[in-house]
């Protein structure tokens, strides 16, 4: 299965400001997603990444709070933008291959508002 | 678009004994179903899946059913051990046949 580097691990953020965060895959993948994780809750999906084209955002996300880039098969970027303490949470990238049905998780972003 | 229900969102049970977890799913043109296990500060890991032509599916001490006419699969695992508490993650590909909808989650304890 295909092999996730997400970065920054963790960060503490003033509120206001953004932050963007990595997913380096190291092979060419089809699909890659963006999921938030609150404390103790479920993965929600926030978008598809596109390559060369916009995201698909989920019900209740949208792309100015929460841009996102997919230039080639095996990198994309999430920022979230204006942060507030209700952006703190943890954000992971996962990759999937619809071949396979194989579905893979980075080890997540835990972003701390202040 | 697709919804998963997963129930209990805590079960405890005895080193040995087994456990069952159930989800649901809405969308009748969902065709993968895959658990996960995410302990704690940990990313989620695959530990079985199913697909839609399937009815059921075993590796060691883990198994999944699927009914596609009630719209429910469950997750089956014997001989709950220490090392088996974790949080668990039903999970049902969405309509566009491409992400994962994730239920709420199970918390698993087992003491010995």
């Known amino acids: 299965s295909a092999v996730i580097s997400q970065k920054p691990s963790r960060d503490i953020c003033q509120r206001g400001t953004s932050l963007t965060i990595q997913c380096q895959v190291d092979?060419?993948?089809?699909?890659m997603f963006w999921y938030r994780q609150q404390p103790g809750q479920s993965l929600t999906l926030i978008a598809t990444?596109?390559?060369?084209?916009?995201?698909?955002?989920e019900s209740g996300f949208v792309i100015d709070k929460f841009p996102i880039s997919r230039p080639n098969l095996t990198f994309s970027t999430l920022t979230v933008s204006n942060m507030s303490p209700e952006d703190s949470s943890i954000y992971l990238c996962?990759?999937?291959?619809?071949?396979?049905?194989?579905?893979?998780f980075g080890s997540g972003t835990r972003l701390t508002v202040v | 678009g697709e919804n998963v229900e997963q129930h209990p969102s805590t079960l405890s049970v005895q080193e040995g004994d087994s456990a069952v977890i159930k989800c649901t799913y809405s969308?009748?043109?969902?065709?993968?179903f895959p658990w996960y296990k995410q302990e704690l500060g940990k990313r989620p890991q695959l530990i079985i899946d199913?697909?839609?032509?399937?009815g059921e599916k075993k590796d060691q001490r883990i198994a999944v059913t699927l009914n596609k006419t009630a719209k429910h699969f469950s997750l089956h695992i014997t001989e709950k051990q220490p090392e088996d508490s974790a949080v668990y993650f039903c999970?049902?590909?969405?309509?566009?046949?491409?992400?994962?909808?994730f239920g709420k989650g199970t918390t698993l304890s087992v003491s010995s």
């Open positions: 969308d009748s043109a969902s065709n993968y």
């Open positions: 996962s990759v999937g291959d619809r071949a396979n049905y194989g579905y893979t």
């Open positions: 999970a049902a590909r969405n309509q566009a046949g491409t992400a994962l909808i």
């Open positions: 199913i697909r839609s032509n399937v």
């Open positions: 092979s060419q993948v089809t699909m």
């Open positions: 990444a596109n390559q060369g084209s916009e995201a698909t955002y």
